[in-house]
């Protein structure tokens, strides 16, 4: 007989007021990043940033390539250039933002698979979960407590 399976997240939606003041310059922070980012193919502009547990606050945008499997996406290159500059100063926050190009609303965006397996990886490093804020359109913000809530099969899962 068949077995059903039933997988949920608690998630929690914070207006800009209830974040605490470290959680809103993480915002900015990524906001101010994504402008930078280099997406002449897909026009979408994304932010990461996150704060370490030392109060290094790291930043970084997509960078797109017209060979597209070699692009590499904010939450991917701000990770790797964390851990091999900062390899043992674990990740507590990251922000993650995106706006298409010539548009005044942020889009709402999660990470990608590859990225949420990489912050997933990031985690298992460290032992512990990293807390994300994704921006809403709204202004408001998910906070996330750690990539199980969005990667419920994570890899390193499947055998043990």
């Not at 193919?41 to 994304?46: G, K």
């Not at 507590?92 to 397996?117: D, F, Y």
């Amino acid at each position: 007989m068949a077995k059903k399976i039933t997988i949920s997240a608690e998630l929690e939606e914070l207006s800009w007021e209830e974040l605490s003041i470290s959680e809103r310059e993480l915002v900015v922070e990524a906001k101010k990043i994504s402008q930078d980012a280099y997406a002449p193919y897909s026009n979408f502009q994304v932010g990461a940033s996150i704060l370490m547990k030392s109060g290094i606050v790291l930043k970084s945008s997509n960078q797109e390539n017209v060979s597209f499997p070699v692009g590499v996406c904010a939450e991917r290159l701000l990770l790797g250039f964390a851990g091999a500059n900062h390899p043992n100063d674990p990740v507590l926050q990251m922000a993650i933002v995106a706006k298409k190009i010539g548009q005044e609303k942020w889009a709402t965006v999660s990470p990608c698979g590859l990225c949420r397996q990489t912050i997933s990886e990031t985690e298992m490093r460290f032992g512990q979960a990293i807390e994300l804020l994704i921006l809403l359109p709204n202004g408001n913000v998910i906070k996330v407590p750690g990539i199980q809530a969005l990667l419920p099969f994570k890899f390193e899962d499947l055998n043990g």
